[in-house]
């Protein structure tokens, strides 16, 4: 059963209860301890001697069996405490609608990437995706289809970061991300087409008709020197570069400086 500790009170009422239940097994072991040193006859004679070892023997015997017992207990709240911090954090960091990481998630685990990318020499490439007339269909559809629109593409996404090892993300309304680490010019080139494809040929139903859908993609690729928000910066150059060329096409913009 859970502890709930959310008030003062409640501190005070729990370190209650744990001397109370400390006294009684204190009590309950010294008098265990006694009868099997000095026996069951309660008029039997004692000495001093025989009162010293057994003060000695309840003493060391009672201490190891309560600090264990709250050491294992203590042990086991610290890791229940662990297993909620992680739990939030990976909340923190998750985009509640589809799944993916969310900007903050993201931003971490990009930098990650980058880094080790610079450590084994790999290239890094950037990909920022947007769905096209997202806000008109959100205006004509409703927020529903919008969701279920946000929910293919990510699948999508998340199909083409299994395939090549890709850090996909929701970073914003309708925008996604990718960071993808040791490809070529041309295999990021294909990497982004790859995924421009895959969301043409979904569609949504809002229950009447298919909705086609389509995303506008603008990439770049850099050897060395990573800088993450250059390279979403420039990535997102190339992205408005294929919003104004037409859309549902892919944009590649050199890399950042």
Do not use: W
């Not at 097994?25 to 039997?44: C, E, N, Q």
């Not at 060391?60 to 017992?69: D, E, N, Q, T």
């Not at 920022?128 to 999508?156: Q, T």
């Not at 060395?224 to 990535?235: E, N, Q, W």
């Amino acid at each position: 059963m859970a502890i709930r500790i959310e008030t003062r009170g409640d501190v005070l009422r729990r370190t209650g209860k744990v001397m109370v239940i400390a006294a009684g097994m204190t009590a309950v072991m010294s008098f265990t301890i006694g009868m099997l040193v000095f026996g069951r006859d309660l008029a039997a004679p004692i000495t001093v001697g025989q009162m010293q070892l057994f003060g000695l023997t309840a003493g060391v015997f009672i201490s190891i069996a309560l600090s264990g017992a709250m050491s294992y207990r203590a042990g086991l709240l610290m890791l229940e405490l662990a297993h909620t911090r992680r739990q939030l954090a990976q909340i923190s960091q998750t985009d509640q609608l589809t799944g993916l990481l969310n900007r903050r998630g993201f931003d971490t685990e990009a930098a990650a990437a980058l880094d080790q990318a610079q450590a084994d020499g790999a290239s890094v490439a950037v990909l920022m995706c947007d769905i096209d007339h997202f806000k008109s269909i959100n205006d004509r559809y409703g927020h529903e289809i919008g969701d279920k629109v946000l929910v293919e593409i990510a699948d999508v996404l998340r199909q083409f970061a299994s395939r090549h090892g890709a850090l996909v993300a929701r970073y914003g309304g309708e925008e996604f991300a990718a960071v993808v680490t040791g490809l070529s010019h041309e295999q990021a080139a294909q990497g982004a087409e790859e995924i421009r494809r895959d969301c043409a040929g979904r569609t949504i139903l809002d229950g009447v008709t298919l909705l086609p859908v389509t995303i506008s993609i603008g990439f770049t690729l850099k050897d060395s020197g990573f800088d993450l928000s250059g390279l979403m910066r420039t990535a997102d150059q190339a992205l408005y570069a294929a919003k104004r060329h037409g859309r549902d096409r892919v944009e590649h913009a050199r890399d950042a400086a």
